[in-house]
């Protein structure tokens, strides 16, 4: 709380007050029971979501009349500020009685709502809000202590503080049951009043921004930036129907709390309640009462909302048989009289909560969730969000709802579940526990709003912007894409490097074969080419490496890059290229891949030797060699390269580069510290590996038994689990750190996993498998490397690939499968030359990358 005894204080903050849109007040009377009672204190809130009095300012003007002047003159005769007090008529006596403009009084808005309706002892601040409101050591003592008496004791200033925060609280539930419309336009947080987040490091967050930013972290940015819409809708989905339903779900909730003839309904015994005749009496009380007026008034404005107002009706349908549903289950443990009242609790829906982040910064979020109930069977509280359509990412919305669980809990100490309705087109319900999101989601959320932060600091146009959503799929219906690919851009390749000087050349490594190939001349070819096309550029250099050569040019004044990337097909016929080039801009240059004519092979053995690497040492696997010479390569432990997805059609070197990978990982690990786990239903892919240490069990073929070695793996990942929280460690690494028996890594590669999705329980059982392993097996030690020729939508769905965070790409068949593997609009990878060449995508940035190729399988 502020409390304001100087003068210039008190002046400087009715100045601040004076721009608000809504206060609510309170005062203290000194000599109250006097002949001459004297105005102690002017107790204002501005920020109607507080909850504690930390931004309540408390003006201390006994004996100030000239302030206690200046207060009505620059608030209380204002007509464009809404004072709310309880008592009105006792507080105008003080602050400029019949002066005083735009007043409203919450004692008055109980009055005609009647304390029988609102199920309440009487109509008292303090009654309305214990009762009303449910806080909670609502402290009354307070009021008849000696307000003329100074210095007041904290206890007397904490009293004044709340009863402001009491007041906005009841004020906000009276008017959502009389008024739900005022309420939005009234209860807005006022910009000049900062106390609650002067202190945090980081601007504050919304809970539905978190789950934007699951699903997609440049849609967070430009949401975050520009209040840009942010939603991802399923084709077909019906729009504009999600602020009604809202509303007419919670007129639903209010009116079954108040109408006895709800009540009525459930007196029976609870064996005698029959859920579907209930149902059908409820869902035409609630038509009669709220959704038949809703709807006539609806029309009377716009004649088109009745087919809009129609399939709210059917999503309310399958909501209200969900609520009834739960009232006959609590039925059996509570009377009639109370169980709708014990079922649906109207706590303050609007939340918050200050998160300590893994740097030791705080962020804090707030929200707004839908309902709060209570289930007697499991004796457990359960935050609902409802949803007016199918969500194309369960798991963000998991995330959200997992939130205001774990904020709920924070508040009230209990377990708190979660639960999804999605109710269009038909009902679903996706429900989690505690339990469950205890040791999974809710650790992830400190981690998650960190990297929102970071995503934040970034502007354009300089590097490494916020990733793309790993879901490929969400960006066909981004309602930002258009934006999206012309604010991020679309880096194809390398990370942008400073352009060359004029002349200057790249060194390519020593390892890659002498091309014979003069890269200065291909590069003169091409600019020549490009004049003929009225094109002027400027030559930069060239880089040679092992399949194409990179020539950098820079467009001269007044050429579009555009004017390059349209001429892939007219350079590869004058140039006489095999393949068209990829053409991509750069910081400060345009790439042009040209293929080489003497194609050179990067081979195994000059990047790889023979190693043995403790248990403890970081486990790489090979990916390819760089335009430069370099071997990248993934590290298994990264979340972002812990689980990866491999994408290449007939003739790309798929199976050459899974083969080369494997042998990566043999190379520098025993058969101790690492276990292989091969799926190779083709027969042709593994042969050389069939008899060596290394397997976890012998090379897997046909589907019966991939589905059982799936299964396998999940039960020695929880297996793992439970051995690491016997020994106190997180990870498999501080396992092995401490442990005298370490244990090994495995690693699983599937290849061709297309081959086993055409039947369905086996898909299912697979998908659920890959789900389980994706989410939590890093950790473990568990790793899936999933490789297909067909890598299409119906086979790599958003299940497998929101769990495989690495992304190669080999050459596809087409457009579509390049956007399955790399995710976006990104299609480079139908263009790619085959037989090594590919794409490997590690957060937002994308290498072209020529894969190992071992001609000796050594074991």
Same mark, same amino acid.
């Given at each position: ?54 931004? #309540? ?69 303090? @009654?309305? #809000? ?9 402290? #009354? ?106 509303? +007419? ?69 399958? +909501? ?18 109370? %169980? ?57 919305? %998991? ?36 339990? /469950? ?164 092979? #990067? ?28 071997? %990248? ?22 199976? &050459? ?32 590996? &069939? ?41 498999? @690494? ?26 369905? &329980? ?5 998908? /659920? ?18 490789? @297909? ?68 399988? /050594?074991?």
């Amino acid at each position: 709380m502020h409390y304001l005894k100087e003068a210039t204080e008190i002046i400087d903050v009715i100045s601040q007050l004076a721009t608000a849109k809504t206060l609510w007040l309170d005062t203290e009377i000194a000599h109250c029971y006097t002949s001459n009672p004297q105005l102690s204190l002017i107790q204002v809130l501005a920020e109607p979501t507080d909850r504690t009095g930390a931004s #309540a300012y408390i003006l201390d003007v006994l004996n100030k009349h000239d302030l206690v002047e200046y207060f009505i003159n620059q608030i209380m005769v204002q007509p464009n500020i809404q004072k709310v007090f309880h008592n009105a008529g006792f507080d105008l006596k003080y602050l400029g009685k019949k002066l005083a403009n735009n007043i409203t009084c919450t004692y008055e808005l109980a009055r005609k709502i009647t304390h029988k309706r609102l199920q309440t002892t009487n109509l008292k601040l303090k @009654t309305l #809000a214990a009762e009303l409101c449910h806080f909670s050591d609502v402290d #009354a003592t307070e009021q008849a202590s000696d307000w003329g008496k100074r210095p007041l004791s904290q206890k007397q200033l904490k009293y004044a503080a709340m009863d402001t925060v009491y007041l906005a609280a009841v004020h906000r539930r009276l008017l959502e049951i009389s008024n739900p419309g005022a309420v939005s336009q009234i209860f807005i947080i006022n910009n000049f009043s900062k106390q609650l987040t002067e202190d945090m490091e980081n601007p504050s967050l919304s809970v539905t921004k978190v789950r934007i930013a699951f699903e997609c972290p440049r849609l967070f940015y430009l949401n975050h930036k520009f209040g840009d819409k942010a939603i991802f809708l399923p084709p077909d989905t019906a729009i504009g129907i999600g602020n009604p339903f809202h509303q +007419l779900a919670d007129k639903f909730i209010k009116l079954a709390l108040i109408e006895p003839q709800f009540t009525d309904l459930f007196k029976p015994a609870a064996a005698q309640l029959n859920i579907e005749s209930i149902t059908s009496a409820v869902q035409q009380l609630f038509y009669q009462l709220e959704f038949f007026p809703y709807l006539q008034q609806a029309i009377q404005k716009d004649g088109e909302q009745g087919k809009t107002l129609l399939q709210v009706w059917n999503g309310l349908q399958g +909501l209200i048989k969900r609520f009834v549903e739960l009232l006959v289950i609590n039925r059996r443990y509570c009377s009639a009289d109370k %169980l709708i009242s014990n079922t649906f609790l109207s706590t303050e829906r609007n939340i918050e909560n200050y998160f300590t982040l893994p740097d030791g910064t705080k962020q804090l979020v707030r929200g707004e969730f839908d309902c709060l109930v209570f289930n007697f069977e499991i004796n457990r509280l359960c935050v609902v969000e409802f949803k007016t359509y199918q969500p194309v990412d369960p798991a963000a919305q %998991l995330a959200q709802v997992s939130l205001y669980s774990y904020m709920l809990h924070h508040h009230k100490k209990v377990p708190v579940d979660s639960a999804v309705y999605c109710v269009l087109p038909e009902f679903k319900e996706y429900r989690y526990s505690w339990e /469950q999101l205890e040791n999974t989601v809710n650790q992830l959320i400190p981690h998650k709003l960190l990297q929102m932060q970071q995503w934040l600091t970034w502007e354009s146009p300089h590097p490494n912007p916020p990733p793309r959503t790993t879901q490929p799929h969400l960006c066909e219906i981004c309602p930002q894409k258009q934006k999206c690919g012309t604010f991020f851009g679309d880096a194809i390749f390398d990370p942008p490097q400073p352009p060359l000087k004029k002349g200057e050349k790249e060194s390519v490594d020593t390892k890659i074969a002498e091309p014979t190939t003069n890269a200065d001349d291909m590069g003169q070819a091409l600019v020549n080419t490009l004049q003929s096309f009225n094109v002027g550029v400027e030559y930069l250099g060239a880089a040679v490496g092992p399949a194409f050569i990179r020539v950098k040019l820079k467009p001269n004044l007044g050429v579009k890059v555009s004017a390059l990337l349209r001429l892939s097909n007219d350079l590869q016929v004058q140039l006489g290229l095999a393949d068209k080039p990829l053409i991509a801009p750069q910081a400060g240059y345009v790439s042009i891949d040209l293929p080489r004519s003497d194609r050179q092979v #990067a081979n195994f053995t000059d990047y790889i030797q023979k190693q043995n690497l403790s248990p403890t040492a970081p486990m790489k696997i090979a990916i390819g060699v760089s335009l430069e010479g370099k071997l %990248l390569e993934a590290d298994l432990s990264d979340p972002n390269s812990c689980h990866f997805l491999i994408g290449g059609t007939t003739g790309s070197g798929k199976s &050459e580069f899974l083969r080369s990978l494997l042998l990566s990982l043999l190379y520098r690990h025993t058969p101790q510290n690492l276990k292989v786990a091969l799926v190779d239903p083709k027969r042709v892919t593994f042969p050389e590996f &069939e008899r060596m240490a290394w397997l976890h069990s012998p090379v897997v073929k046909d589907s019966d038994r991939a589905t059982e070695l799936m299964e396998e793996l999940v039960l020695e990942m929880e297996s793992r689990y439970q051995q690491f929280e016997k020994a106190g460690c997180a990870d498999l @690494t501080t396992y092995n750190q401490r442990s005298h028996q370490p244990l090994p890594r495995i690693v699983c590669i599937f290849d061709e996993y297309a081959d086993f999705m055409a039947e369905k &329980e086996i898909r299912k059982t697979l998908e /659920q498998s890959i789900k389980r392993l994706g989410a939590m097996a890093r950790a473990a030690g568990i790793h899936l490397i999933i490789a @297909t020729q067909r890598p299409e939508a119906g086979i790599v769905t958003p299940i497998i690939r929101s769990n495989l965070p690495g992304r190669v790409a080999l050459r596809t068949a087409s457009e579509g499968d390049s956007k399955i593997v790399l995710g976006g609009t990104e299609t480079s990878a139908a263009y790619l030359l085959g037989k090594g060449d590919l794409l490997y995508q590690i957060g937002p940035q994308l290498h072209r990358l020529q894969s190992l190729f071992a001609q000796q399988i /050594q074991i």
